[in-house]
């Protein structure tokens, strides 16, 4: 009932001009309406929690150029959690593994900002068929993400 009622809504779908981009790009894997499991462990400014879980729906696109994964609460709207190309250096706080099972990204929040302490994870339940998987150019991705990343993550407002 949950897909039905996220296809009904738009939400988690992939919004058409990312669609349009990763077309251009060449589509290895696409899910849409997957669901996303986000895990909060520690305190960014704004919030602290020992241990919030909460449930969100999103999209995972592999192209051969880049990992692009979307997180939505809302109806046609989806913000970006993961767009990095394949040959971008491995450096950053934030870590993405594709797996059989998904992708999963986990963030250390002290690399992010010295305010912040604890972890933050998004697990994107998809299974990727073992004939992606081996054409991914890697399966581990490294990047930095800001505080307004984890700040939307965790669904609190980002004050600069």
Not at 137 to 156: I, K, M, Q
Request: positive net charge.
């Amino acid at each position: 009932m949950a897909v039905i009622l996220r296809k009904l809504m738009h939400i988690g779908g992939l919004p058409d001009g990312l669609r349009a981009e990763a077309e251009a790009e060449g589509i290895l894997f696409l899910a849409e309406y997957v669901p996303v499991t986000r895990r909060f462990a520690g305190s960014i400014p704004g919030t602290r929690s020992a241990g919030s879980i909460a449930s969100y729906a999103g999209s995972v696109v592999l192209t051969n150029y880049r990992a692009l994964a979307t997180m939505s609460t809302l109806p046609k709207l989806a913000g970006r959690c993961v767009d990095q190309p394949w040959s971008a250096p491995q450096l950053g706080a934030a870590q993405a593994e594709f797996s059989a099972t998904g992708l999963t990204v986990q963030a250390d929040l002290a690399g992010i900002d010295r305010r912040c302490h604890g972890q933050l994870s998004l697990h994107y339940k998809t299974s990727i068929p073992a004939e992606v998987l081996m054409r991914l150019p890697r399966r581990t991705l490294a990047f930095d993400v800001g505080l307004d990343y984890v700040s939307r993550a965790v669904g609190v407002p980002y004050h600069p």
